[in-house]
């Protein structure tokens, strides 16, 4: 199965944007549909976003639609978030997550494989 490292988290003020990248590892990730899922502290992990094997269909949690883009790209095995419009609530560690289902489902026990995390601070 694949294996995943996220990278590109920071420090950025409310209102800037930040993009989020997810490195795949093995020969199988275009089997998987990708998404993006974010803890804050104190809280359950929350769905973000999710994009399905071919990268046509995708999925955002309606607190960040019109803010945040996901994307795949197949050639690099890579999955990104590009965050806009950033505000202080979408404060968290950012995870990127495959789905050995192929479509772009936003259900946390979907997901088997996970990365280790990233932290997005949005100061206001």
């Known amino acids: 199965q694949v294996q995943l490292v996220e990278s590109g988290g920071g420090l950025v003020q409310a209102g800037g944007s930040l993009r989020l990248s997810c490195a795949a590892s093995g020969r199988t990730f275009s089997s998987y549909a990708m998404g993006w899922f974010r803890q804050a502290p104190g809280k359950e992990r929350e769905f973000v976003a999710a994009?399905?094997?071919?990268?046509?269909?995708?999925r955002y949690a309606d607190s960040v639609k019109g803010r945040f883009t996901i994307s795949r790209d197949g050639t690099k095995s890579t999955v990104s978030l590009q965050m806009d419009s950033l505000k202080s609530e979408d404060t968290a560690v950012y995870y990127c997550?495959?789905?050995?289902?192929?479509?772009?489902?936003?259900?946390?026990?979907?997901?088997?494989?996970w990365g280790q995390g990233t932290q997005v601070t949005v100061s206001s």
């Open positions: 994009i399905n094997v071919n990268g046509v269909f995708t």
């Open positions: 997550a495959a789905s050995r289902y192929g479509f772009q489902t936003d259900r946390y026990q979907d997901y088997n494989v």
